[in-house]
């Protein structure tokens, strides 16, 4: 596990499932792999095995992270995070590979384009989850994400004013 000293290089993190927030420091170019690791590692250190009816997997490649589909208005949903390696074709009719779990794009937050404070959704692939070649998880609209709104935090201290 990474040191924890917060710095210049330290991001918080935001991770939601359900009504949960997790929040973990963690280095820009630190690996998906690893901060998948600290957050089951967050979450086992409390005790619990599951989390909103959810079995922790043992292994950190069953846990799925997702981002807004668009940061100002959450109601859009999530989308996955993983981006699936593709083939494209240069100017100069040459063919290269982007994404795919070894691309720059999937490494680490830096290179995802995350910023410090940025919300990740996150899920726990079920034992019989539909997976494609790229072993990306094809039920990436299942999203259990509940995000607080204005009504929700102020509804109930107007009645009772």
Known sequence: ?????????????????????????????????SIKQDLLDAI???????????????????????????KNDPSKGWVGLEIPEVELEDAAGGKRKIGGR????????????????????????????KIDKDDLDMDDENWDVIMPSYEDEYASQEKTS
């Open 44 to 70: 086992s250190k409390t005790g619990r095995t599951s989390l909103n009816d959810h079995a922790l997997p043992s292994n950190p490649d069953d846990v799925i992270f997702g981002l807004l589909v668009d």
């Open 102 to 129: 070894k691309g720059v794009l999937n490494a680490s937050p830096l290179g995802a384009g995350l910023k410090d404070g940025a919300i990740l959704a996150f899920k726990f692939r079920d034992e019989g989850a």
């Open 1 to 33: 596990m990474p040191s924890k000293d917060s710095n210049s290089q330290t991001w918080t993190l935001r991770f939601k499932q359900h009504k949960t927030t997790i929040l973990l420091f963690v280095e820009q170019e630190q690996s998906f792999t």
